[in-house]
């Protein structure tokens, strides 16, 4: 079954310093997204992109966040000067046509 | 704004046992409601998708429908199994690709052997 893949599983960055967390959506899959998750609260949507730019995204989405699809394969998130409170699991995901969900793995960010 | 929530909690029962998972949202207009299942530090595992125009959909022991005009849904687990302990994650799409899911903060389940 295809699959969404993240890398790094787990980073650990100093506050203040830029991290990109990557993944590779399924191929045929039209829409990407990132979600993140806090320990012990929900899954919150970040930003959702089609057809090389940004659909939607959420209040958390500030400008310290940037989204990128360099090339036919990879999408990034880039956090440019990191937060103790960005500390999370970010979790990409991807949905074709009929707008089912399908999450990577994630990547454990720990800002110290 | 999207509210969405999930009855019970947390739930501990023995194995064998059929269960049912409850998930309720404030707003009917949605594209589709999606059942996810979390293990602990782990990512997020699709079990079910159920369209807005659907009222059920079947995945081996589980069984979740839809209720959109009243606003609920329902996870179905029958035979319950230790390896089924897990957090349930119920998410509704408000309209299709590019709305971000809106999701409740889950059931932890442990089905005890």
């Known amino acids: 079954e295809p699959e969404v893949t993240q890398t790094p599983s787990h980073q650990v960055t100093q506050m203040g310093q830029e991290v990109i967390l990557r993944c590779v959506p399924i191929?045929?899959?039209?829409?990407f997204y990132w979600y993140r998750q806090i320990l012990g609260q929900k899954v919150e949507f970040l930003v959702s992109f089609y057809n090389n730019e940004i659909s939607e995204k959420s209040e958390i989405f500030d400008d310290q966040f940037s989204v990128e699809r360099p090339d036919g394969s990879n999408f990034t998130l880039k956090i440019r000067s990191t937060k103790l409170e960005d500390s999370a699991m970010y979790f990409c995901a991807s949905s074709g046509r009929n707008y089912g969900y399908t999450f990577g793995s994630g990547t454990r960010l720990t800002v110290v | 704004k999207q509210e969405v929530t999930q009855i019970p909690a947390a739930l501990s029962v023995p194995e064998g046992e059929n269960l049912v998972l409850n998930c309720s949202f404030t707003?009917?207009?949605?594209?589709?409601l999606q059942w996810f299942r979390q293990d602990p530090g782990k990512g997020l595992t699709s079990l079910l998708l159920?369209?807005?125009?659907?009222r059920e959909q079947t995945s081996g022991r589980l069984n979740a429908s839809l209720d959109k005009s009243s606003g609920r849904s329902t996870l179905y687990i029958a035979a319950s199994q230790p390896g089924d302990s897990a957090t349930y994650l119920c998410a509704v799409n408000p309209g299709g690709g590019a709305d971000g899911l809106t999701f409740g903060k889950g059931t932890h389940l442990i089905i005890q052997p």
């Open positions: 159920i369209q807005s125009s659907q």
């Open positions: 707003d009917s207009a949605i594209y589709n």
């Open positions: 191929s045929n899959h039209l829409y």
